[in-house]
């Protein structure tokens, strides 16, 4: 074996914020599981939501028509591609019934997870404080500690139907609170967005002075009820959104999203955004433009997939004895684990180890998840179908 190049011990000191996070969880899970599979261990992998459909052959010829134009391979606007923006905003129109000007009310991003970044530091000051969703999307608390906000957890329960208390988060010191993290239909526990709710968050976030941040990649994906929170009256006072093609359109590794809100938002986001990249591939972004245009039957497809997928994944939950809702949208299921078992982490692991068959422990999100499970949709349905198998045996 080769000897390295860099040799002694590294004496430069990380700096606070990095020691303030962890690695993404999955980012550790995966190379675990990629060293059980060089050990010869065959694993079915339940735990990530990266779809594993094509995106459209049609969005696909775009882009390699694009790419074999010359003028295509400079740097692009910083804005985005009037072309996107513009896509963006029919759609929004079409499905969500929210006008956005194209021009000065959306601006296209690397994913919406780059956009998670840019809004935190657009508004986030070192001390101040960031109402995240226990449990929820991991990256909210992280980023917040990473840019020197300090995390408020707030509690989603099934018994409010995995909403936000509003009435208790009330009674406690907000005077810190510069920003709140809300994503329906929610991740993980895949309830869905309600009107009603969304009116009392954007007079919530009125009344105290708090952006609310809303992030909405899982509308399409077994639901169709699509609500945009921008929609409410007076929603563009205090309020953004986030969105992406990652699910919906199956391009997640594309790395196409948007943020969405009042043009004066919008205009303090690109002063972050636009110290940090460059703008998109051009012919990923008139793709991604084409691939909005593809309206209902893309959708019909899609879901079709997911229905057959669903079902068999229900069916495990219920060889495994889970408790979970019918009612759930999105690419996952979530699912309480019996009393049998510890804790999630308990049933994971057991699934893991025993059975090779990777799920997500609901602690992953949170405290509030420490007794549930996660699966995956994104998987066929041959791979459903072995998981299956293996847990019956």
Same mark, same amino acid.
């Given at each position: 074996?080769?000897?390295?190049?860099?040799?002694?011990?590294?004496?430069v000191?990380?700096?606070n914020?990095?020691?303030?996070?962890?690695?993404?969880?999955?980012?550790?899970?995966?190379?675990?599981?990629?060293?059980?599979r060089?050990?010869?261990?065959?694993?079915?992998?339940?735990?990530?939501?990266?779809?594993?459909?094509?995106?459209?052959?049609?969005?696909?010829?775009?882009?390699?028509?694009?790419?074999?134009?010359?003028?295509?391979?400079?740097?692009?606007?910083?804005s985005?591609?009037?072309?996107?923006?513009?896509?963006?905003?029919?759609?929004?129109?079409s499905?969500?019934?929210?006008?956005?000007?194209?021009?000065?009310?959306?601006?296209?991003?690397?994913?919406?997870?780059?956009?998670i970044?840019?809004?935190?530091?657009?508004?986030?000051n070192?001390?101040?404080?960031?109402?995240?969703?226990?449990?929820?999307?991991?990256?909210?608390?992280?980023?917040?500690r990473?840019?020197?906000?300090?995390?408020?957890?707030?509690?989603?329960?099934?018994?409010?139907n995995?909403?936000?208390?509003?009435?208790?988060?009330?009674?406690?010191?907000?005077?810190?609170?510069?920003?709140?993290?809300?994503?329906?239909?929610?991740?993980p526990?895949?309830?869905?967005?309600?009107?009603?709710?969304?009116?009392?968050?954007?007079?919530?976030?009125?009344?105290?002075?708090?952006?609310?941040?809303?992030?909405?990649?899982?509308?399409?994906? #077994?639901?169709?009820?699509?609500?945009? +929170? !921008?929609?409410? =009256? $007076?929603?563009?006072?205090?309020?953004?959104?986030? &969105?992406? *093609?990652?699910k919906?359109?199956n391009?997640?590794?594309?790395?196409?999203?948007?943020?969405?809100?009042?043009?004066?938002?919008?205009?303090?986001?690109?002063?972050?955004?636009?110290?940090?990249?460059?703008?998109?591939?051009?012919?990923?972004?008139?793709?991604?433009?084409?691939?909005?245009?593809?309206?209902?039957?893309?959708?019909?497809?899609?879901?079709?997939?997911?229905?057959k997928?669903?079902?068999?994944?229900?069916?495990?939950?219920?060889?495994?004895d889970c408790?979970?809702?019918?009612?759930?949208?999105?690419?996952?299921?979530w699912?309480?684990?019996?009393?049998?078992y510890?804790?999630?982490?308990?049933?994971?692991? #057991?699934?893991?180890?025993?059975?090779? +068959? !990777?799920?997500? =422990? $609901?602690?992953?999100f949170?405290?509030?998840?420490? &007794?549930? *499970?996660?699966v995956?949709?994104?998987?066929?349905?041959?791979?459903?179908?072995e998981a299956?198998?293996?847990?019956?045996?």
């Amino acid at each position: 074996m080769e000897k390295s190049a860099i040799n002694g011990k590294p004496i430069v000191k990380c700096s606070n914020r990095v020691s303030e996070v962890s690695e993404y969880y999955f980012s550790q899970k995966l190379r675990e599981v990629e060293i059980m599979r060089e050990s010869g261990v065959n694993i079915i992998n339940l735990g990530i939501g990266n779809p594993d459909l094509p995106p459209s052959h049609s969005a696909i010829k775009v882009l390699e028509s694009c790419a074999c134009n010359t003028n295509n391979h400079g740097y692009q606007s910083y804005s985005g591609l009037k072309e996107l923006r513009e896509a963006f905003s029919a759609w929004y129109k079409s499905y969500f019934d929210t006008h956005l000007d194209p021009n000065n009310e959306i601006l296209p991003l690397m994913g919406s997870k780059e956009g998670i970044m840019h809004i935190s530091m657009a508004f986030v000051n070192p001390g101040e404080q960031v109402l995240v969703p226990d449990p929820g999307y991991p990256a909210y608390s992280a980023i917040t500690r990473l840019i020197g906000g300090e995390v408020i957890k707030y509690n989603l329960t099934p018994e409010n139907n995995w909403y936000p208390n509003l009435s208790q988060l009330q009674t406690i010191d907000l005077s810190k609170v510069k920003l709140m993290w809300i994503n329906y239909p929610n991740m993980p526990t895949g309830q869905r967005a309600s009107r009603e709710v969304y009116e009392q968050l954007i007079s919530f976030g009125q009344k105290n002075n708090i952006l609310i941040c809303s992030d909405n990649p899982y509308s399409f994906i #077994l639901n169709q009820d699509h609500i945009s +929170i !921008l929609s409410i =009256p $007076g929603a563009s006072s205090v309020a953004l959104e986030l &969105n992406s *093609i990652s699910k919906s359109h199956n391009m997640s590794g594309w790395r196409i999203g948007m943020v969405a809100g009042h043009k004066e938002y919008i205009k303090e986001i690109m002063k972050a955004k636009s110290n940090i990249d460059s703008g998109m591939f051009k012919p990923v972004q008139m793709a991604a433009a084409h691939a909005l245009t593809l309206g209902d039957e893309w959708y019909r497809y899609i879901n079709q997939e997911y229905t057959k997928r669903r079902s068999i994944a229900e069916e495990l939950l219920y060889v495994l004895d889970c408790s979970f809702n019918l009612e759930q949208a999105g690419m996952f299921l979530w699912a309480k684990v019996p009393d049998c078992y510890q804790n999630g982490q308990d049933m994971a692991n #057991l699934l893991l180890y025993k059975k090779h +068959i !990777l799920v997500t =422990p $609901g602690i992953t999100f949170g405290e509030q998840g420490s &007794n549930y *499970i996660r699966v995956s949709l994104c998987a066929n349905e041959n791979l459903l179908e072995e998981a299956l198998k293996r847990v019956k045996s």
